[in-house]
């Protein structure tokens, strides 16, 4: 009989479903691979580019000489610190998962980063798609590193050398700010100085319109009126870009323009979901250096511009407190047409009136809005004044707050609107005391037993069978009681809550309109569910203590 021939399988498994193993090692001795070469400077300085061109051209002999395809390179101008910040890296990991590349090869493993997690989280993610890394200098091959062993000594030498070189650049960068000398770009209005190394010094182009900022500034403008102005005229910020009131801001509050250099004020982390996060320093670790360069402002413009930005910013508080206090049905007002969320809009005045002192102040108005986004209701946007729903909401809470009052008018009221009162429950508790009674009589029905074997008067079998059947009962009555007090203690606790809402309305009622907003606020989470708003300001309100 022939041999019949079986594949040898878990018959639990449904193995179509299941993905083959991506392996990279059968890569080994092939010849003509194709895979990408990865390059990364730190800075786009013009002495990188020499480093760039001396990568690629490694590189490429190396892959010519070992019997690669070197088919496309990847170039990163980025810090070593953190991968997911390199867009040719991501590029290069997105070729390998759709099978363009096979492999990645790379001078050291300190170009392709500089931290031990991330050199790990790289190499795994390779795997995962089949591929592999190949880093020259250290003769790594991570298709023979299994237990990726050797890609972690190497990776922490890099991490340790990233440490060091990056201490000793920051004591350089410390000492320069020391003697009043930049690390980075300038500030708008500033460029570095020709003849003093590393000083900054007045832009005669840049210059100028910083001072015409802070001249609008000072006459009334708005920080995002300035930055539309300056937009308008096509003026860039210092990096390029457009202006946004932000970055009026960001230069308003520079004090570099005073003349001061200061640095080392923020430092950057690695979080543990290995993203950066920018911290603040010690303020002893930071250095600031007086008349480190000419000023752009004079310390008594500086002072009106932060007397004026302080007196904005407390108005803006007063707002946005008024604001959140204002709408005070916020999350509780329907739309009694389409039943829809209805929202609270801010309004400003067109035109500014002046205050009891003689100063100009804009005037906000307030609405509730709904905007019929669930297409329900019978007109696109509906608007009603906030004052005027807000004193009907209260006009009827005081209402009910009046009749509730009584402490029998509570039990009452209470009592016929709430099934957990019914009498019904009179027969719960009647129960539960009639159980708590033979769950006694049980207990002393057992220990008699015990004392009848101890004395001999039953049998060994006797006493088994009638403990059994006893405890048996017990276990019955108990359950059955834990199911009665379970019901019952719901029971307890809502009427301890309506006892309590009693309580605060009692209190509330003699000073209902002279409560603050706050106050107000606390009533109305407390009593009221919902709020439905009808055209005519027609107002229905769903209690919270109503079923």
Known sequence: MDKQKFELVDPKRNYKNIEEMPHSKDTLNQKGIAIGGY???S?????????VENQQKYLTEWADVHGYRLLKMYIDTKSGEY??????????????????????????????????MDILELKRTLSDYGGFMISIRENYDSRTDDDEFLLVIHAAMAQKERKTTSSRIKVTQILKAKEGKGNI??????????????????DPVTGPIYKEIISQFLSGQGRDKIARWLNSKGIKTSRGGIWR???????????????????????????????????????EEWVIVEDAHPALITQEEWDKVHEIMLSRRKIDNRRRISFERKYLLSTLLRCGICKGNMY??????????????????????????????????DAKVKVYEMERVDKEVFKQIKAKVIMLTNPSEVVQYVQSRKDIFTDGLEKERRKREELQVRINKNEKAIKRQQEAYE??????????????????????????????????????????????????MVAYVSTLDDLSQERKHELLRLMVQEVYLYPDYKIEIKWSFEP
């Not at 800075?43 to 480093?51: A, D, I, L």
């Not at 400003?348 to 986004?373: A, D, I, L």
């Open 39 to 41: 390059v990364r400077v």
């Open 43 to 51: 800075t786009q300085k013009e002495g990188q580019k020499s480093s």
């Open 83 to 116: 991968i997911s910040y390199r867009n040719e890296l991501q590029e290069m990991i997105q070729d390998i998962r759709a099978g363009k590349i096979r492999g990645i090869v790379t001078k050291e493993i300190a170009r392709s980063s500089r931290d031990v």
């Open 185 to 202: 770009k300038p500030p708008f209005g500033y460029r570095y100085s020709e003849t003093e190394k590393g000083k900054y010094e007045p």
């Open 245 to 283: 009131e932000s970055a009026i801001k960001v230069l308003l509050e520079n004090p570099a323009y005073l003349g001061f250099m200061v640095y080392n004020t923020t430092t950057l982390l690695r979080t543990a979901t290995g993203q950066r996060k920018r911290v603040r320093r010690p303020m």
């Open 344 to 377: 609270g809009v801010e309004n400003r005045s067109k035109h500014k009136r002046k205050s009891k002192n003689g100063e100009e102040v804009t005037y906000y108005y307030y609405r509730y809005v709904c905007q019929g986004r669930n297409g329900r209701c």
């Open 455 to 504: 004395a001999e008067v039953i049998e060994l079998e006797e006493y088994r069978i009638r403990v059994t059947e006893l405890r048996k009962e017990k276990d019955d009555l108990l359950l059955t009681l834990d199911t009665l007090n379970r019901k019952l203690a719901e029971v307890d606790s809502a009427h301890e809550t309506i006892l309590k809402l009693a309580e605060l």
